[in-house]
């Protein structure tokens, strides 16, 4: 596993960076004025970890209709620096809420987000996160960071394949070159929909996997010489979701960057935890959770179980 404390794109902060990549979506939205509304990964693990406090730059893949979409400005306003890459065609999806669960139907597909888009100066942060959406992250962004980079797979980008017109099909999760190389995977009950290898099979020693079930909690788990090692999280506090959108995506930039200011353990676990519980209760990237509000739960949990 990489050694998280070597090499940094902010020394003259002190504070520890993560560079997230991927492409963002339009989300169809009939109470947005534009139709839709910018989402994707990289833009809720960006303000995520930025409003942990670790320094965030964010490599985003971006059509031209979504090129200058206000959810952009929110994302500089927390402090992320961001390099925006033109697509001639990025994700947009439709998401349908039914009682059995989201539908999701793509609208149009990705292009690729090519690894050489990458500034040479982001090569070698303590931390990157792959926040693919729509297959966009191909092979070469197996090689895109230095070997003392934590790098940190989102798998929902792997799992997914877009036909303009139709539902979103569903793939089985699968090793490659951007698993192997990944320190940590993050999947979702709804990323193994199809089925995935055993953690045994699909983990190299040191590989962690962080499993997130919406209200039945989290897993984090560990590839060890003899097994697999876990700890389980519930969610903390449990909400009654209002839009559970990016909720996943801030489970794994909060832990990301809390492991980076914490330590790895529990309690970059239970700090993920809050801050995923508290991004179902947001509407939009505007009303993301903060750190301050996650302290904030976590203390009122702690006095409720005194």
């Known amino acids: 596993m990489a050694d998280s404390s070597i090499g940094t794109t902010a020394p003259t902060t002190g504070r520890p960076t993560i560079v997230v990549v991927g492409s963002a979506t339009r989300d169809t939205a009939a109470d947005d004025p534009r139709g839709w509304r910018l989402g994707g990964g990289v833009i809720y693990s960006a303000i995520a970890a930025a409003r942990m406090g670790v320094c965030v730059r964010a490599l985003i893949g971006i ?3 979504a090129a200058t979409a206000q959810e952009l400005d929110m994302l500089r306003a927390a402090g992320v620096e961001t390099e925006l890459v033109p697509l001639t065609n990025g994700p947009v999806f439709d998401n349908r ?10 609208v149009a597909a990705s292009d690729l987000l090519p690894a050489e888009a990458l500034p040479s100066a982001w090569r070698t942060p303590q931390a990157a996160l792959l926040a693919g959406v729509a297959a966009e992250l191909g092979d070469d962004w197996a090689t895109a960071f230095g070997p003392a980079t934590f790098v940190a797979l989102a798998a929902q980008g792997q799992v997914r394949r877009l036909v303009p017109g139709r539902e979103v099909v569903r793939l089985p999760f699968a090793a490659g070159p951007l698993v192997a190389r990944a320190d940590a995977i993050a999947i979702s009950r709804e990323d193994v929909a199809m089925g995935a290898p055993p953690i045994r099979e ?8 962080l499993v997130t079930h919406g209200k039945r909690g989290s897993l984090v788990l560990t590839r060890t010489a003899s097994g697999v090692d876990g700890h389980f999280m519930p969610p903390l506090p449990l909400r009654k979701a209002i839009d559970p959108t990016g909720a996943g995506d801030t489970f794994i930039a909060a832990w990301l960057a809390a492991r980076l200011l914490l330590g790895d353990g529990w309690r970059a676990q239970a700090l993920a935890s809050v801050m995923g519980s508290l991004a179902t209760r947001a509407r939009s ?3 993301m959770p903060t750190a301050d509000a996650a ?9 409720e179980r005194a």
């Open 63 to 65: 059509d031209s209709e």
């Open 97 to 106: 809420r039914t009682p059995t669960g989201r539908q999701q139907f793509a």
């Open 202 to 209: 699909l983990l190299h020693i040191g590989q962690q996997l």
């Open 285 to 287: 990237v505007a009303d």
């Open 295 to 303: 302290a904030t739960a976590l203390r009122v949990l702690a006095d």
